[in-house]
């Protein structure tokens, strides 16, 4: 039977009746509005608690409308030209979507605009270019050098507004706009709308701040085959202008440049290595998002009402994991989730209440673009959908105390899909279930800690910036997935932190996974050799390294190996300029407890030039003739290395397995049979789950013996006595 409590349900005025059947039905405590829709009187006053959804940057259109200088702003760069003779001219917003962009040409030209010749990576001086009319017109080009201009631009439609705009099809509704709360009259009327919207809005319970500042970077493109020319969960270039650049400059005595932001037009993509001006530069707007923040949540709490804050749209300043998040004051945090590691990212927020609102979305079309809700259009299976997403996160709140679930968007699109309804409702209550185990106990975790390295470290914790859908290719993010379901305790640390400091006491293990050049991986902060040192000493003397992809990956003059730590690793990398080097011969030895219940390695894509260093190397699997998992014994520590890694059960399965090995402990605890299904041990019980959508027969053993067979339904969750 259905209990109550712990789900937020979208109520939609006009479907009162089905609003308040389904509340009942899943045992919703709170209903929501959502972007485009109200709560009626009869909702308002049926006795639940209320949710009201916040932007406050876009809440007041026509103050906005009547105060156009005062929308928020950010660089973009121009369309590279390449010039045919000794003048060029730039069109400053081709390729651009002059419905989200106009220029800001009245403040900052000359003071923040930087026109650069990208042939020869250099400035151009002030004085050869010029602006008139859209266009900058620069002299003493060089024929075949190609120029781009960074400049200012304001943002006249809100980028969510945009979105639920064309997903939706709302016609003519008007176009929000976004204000900038540096300018203080913006602050101030922030503040005071507030106040007033909290006493108009007596039934209002928690106010939902959907946004609070600033939104992840979002351009949208005028060329229909680049329709988004660029976007980041996690980027901070939408908190650019004159008056924040002017502050910097004061508050810190340093100059930030267009440049730092535009990056040759990678932009501050978090997927990249920050610069020390850019690390600057965050926390210096992570004041100032903080400061208002705490005025705007104390306003909310002099009515007596609490705050939550929705990060997916704009965590941007907010940084939950910076260690000051708690200052602000936030009753509680909502996170849209797609993937375990989401919930993990949620789950370990500094805040009193931490609530998922899950997937799919009641839109017409999903964030992922599936025509999910239109009865009778192939492709739409909301059912299908939502199981799917629910036994893929579930691992990760076996894991770790999750207090709410709930949906958001239109709930009348729900109404002709009964299916749905029942699988919301055993959603609803396995979610209540396992949030009473960890009440009751929590998960019982194994006794290996496992530190990821990042050029970030603890302040992106449990996140490379984005959905895993939407960086289907990156090794880390699958490593985090996989890592949101297991039982290790997780930390994040930083490359220059470690360098400094050396490992953190207390990490047995340490996971180094990406591309090279990332921040994943780390890019040029593995040139200290403070770094490779730390390291090499902590696994020699007793500790595990775990390198996935292109660990450690640096090519730094003078330095013997691509891979820095492939004296740990026991593995190289040749970037074509040892090609002609012969490479040592090896024999594939697949018995090893790395592979042991994970089975064949076939899912490891070969990576071109990978080699073996030492015949004490052992290679696990091999492919192409390239080793694509190997371990090595290392004084008194251990290094396991794979080429990739893939989110999936068995992959998973692996890299546990890896990690064990790596620590040097033999496993214990619970574990299955089958990489398909997880055993927990919380709060008195042993739960044991499903994680797939097919039926699986199922052994569960505590250190090796065997304490039950199950045979398990598609994403089924069965307890078993401890």
Not at 156 to 169: G, L, R
Not at 459 to 474: A, I, K, Q, V
């Amino acid at each position: 039977m259905t209990t109550t409590g712990g789900f937020t349900l979208p109520g939609e005025a006009g479907h009162e009746a089905f609003t308040l059947a389904m509340a009942q039905r899943w045992g919703a405590d709170v209903i929501r509005d959502s972007d485009g829709t109200q709560l009626s009187d009869e909702i308002l006053g049926s006795g639940h608690g209320i949710y009201s959804t916040l932007c406050l940057i876009r809440e007041d259109n026509a103050w906005a409308k009547a105060h156009p200088r005062l929308m928020q702003q950010n660089f973009l760069m121009s369309r590279p030209v390449t010039a045919d003779g000794d003048r060029v001219e730039i069109r400053l917003l081709d390729g651009y979507s002059t419905d989200q962009f106009v220029l800001n040409d009245w403040d900052g030209v000359e003071e923040f605009w930087q026109v650069h010749d990208r042939t020869t990576g250099t400035e151009v001086p002030a004085g050869r270019w010029a602006l008139a009319d859209g266009v900058v017109t620069v002299a003493g080009a060089v024929p075949g050098h190609t120029y781009t201009v960074n400049f200012l631009v304001m943002r006249v439609w809100e980028e969510i507004s945009m979105y639920n705009h064309v997903t939706n099809d709302w016609g003519d509704r008007e176009h929000l706009m976004a204000v900038e709360p540096r300018y203080p009259e913006v602050a101030e009327h922030i503040l005071d709308w507030l106040d007033r919207w909290c006493v108009e809005h007596p039934a209002t319970t928690v106010v939902r701040f959907t946004s609070l500042f600033y939104n992840f970077a979002w351009f949208w493109g005028s060329d229909a085959n680049l329709p988004h020319v660029y976007a980041d969960w996690g980027s901070y270039d939408f908190t650019v202008n004159p008056v924040a650049l002017r502050a910097f400059r004061e508050e810190t005595g340093l100059t930030i440049t267009s440049e730092d932001f535009v990056n040759a037009g990678r932009y501050t993509s978090t997927h990249n290595p920050p610069s020390d001006v850019y690390r600057r530069w965050t926390a210096f707007v992570g004041d100032f998002v903080r400061d208002l923040g705490r005025r705007c949540v104390d306003v909310v709490h002099r009515h007596g009402k609490k705050a939550y804050v929705f990060y997916d749209d704009s965590w941007i300043g907010l940084e939950p994991y910076s260690g000051r998040f708690a200052e602000m004051g936030f009753d509680g945090l909502i996170k849209a989730v797609f993937s375990g590691y989401e919930a993990r990212l949620c789950a370990g927020v500094d805040v009193p209440v931490r609530e998922l609102r899950l997937h799919p979305y009641l839109f017409p079309v999903d964030l992922e673009g599936r025509p999910t809700f239109q009865p009778g259009v192939e492709g739409a299976d909301p059912t299908a959908d939502l199981r799917r997403y629910w036994v893929t996160l579930r691992r990760a709140l076996l894991r770790a105390r999750i207090d709410r679930i709930g949906l958001g968007g239109y709930l009348s699109l729900v109404e002709p899909f009964a299916d749905f309804q029942d699988e919301v409702a055993q959603v609803a209550d396995q979610h209540r279930r396992i949030l009473a185990l960890h009440r009751a106990g929590g998960p019982v975790a194994a006794p290996v800690r496992v530190g990821v390295l990042t050029a970030w470290g603890a302040l992106r914790s449990w996140t490379c910036s984005g959905h895993l859908h939407e960086n289907p290719d990156l090794s880390l993010l699958h490593v985090l997935e996989s890592l949101a379901g297991l039982g290790f305790d997780v930390s994040f640390h930083r490359l220059d932190e470690v360098a400094e400091h050396g490992v953190p006491a207390g990490v047995d293990v340490l996971v180094n996974a990406g591309p090279q050049g990332t921040a994943w991986s780390g890019g040029d902060g593995w040139a200290d050799p403070r770094l490779v040192a730390a390291i090499t000493t902590f696994v020699r003397g007793g500790g595990g390294l775990l390198g996935v992809e292109q660990p450690s990956a640096a090519d730094v003059p003078g330095r013997l190996h691509r891979f820095q730590l492939a004296e740990v690793l026991g593995v190289d990398q040749d970037g074509g300029d040892r090609h002609v080097l012969a490479r040592r011969r090896f024999v594939v030895d697949p018995d090893h407890p790395v592979l042991a219940a994970a089975g064949a390695a076939d899912d490891l894509p070969p990576l071109p030039g990978l080699h073996v260093l030492r015949d004490d190397v052992r290679v696990l699997a091999a492919a192409d003739g390239v080793p694509v998992a190997t371990a090595a014994q290392v004084g008194r520590g251990r290094a396991v290395y794979l080429s990739g890694h893939r989110h999936g059960p068995a992959s998973a399965r692996r890299l546990e397995d890896a990690l064990w090995w790596a620590s040097g402990r033999e496993r214990t605890g619970l574990t299955t049979s089958d990489p398909g299904a997880t055993a927990v041990e919380i709060g008195g019980v042993v739960l044991v789950s499903n994680d797939t959508l097919e039926p699986r027969t199922v052994q569960v053993l505590r250190d090796g013996v065997a304490l039950a067979t199950l045979d398990l339904a598609p994403a089924a969750l069965h307890e078993l006595p401890v």
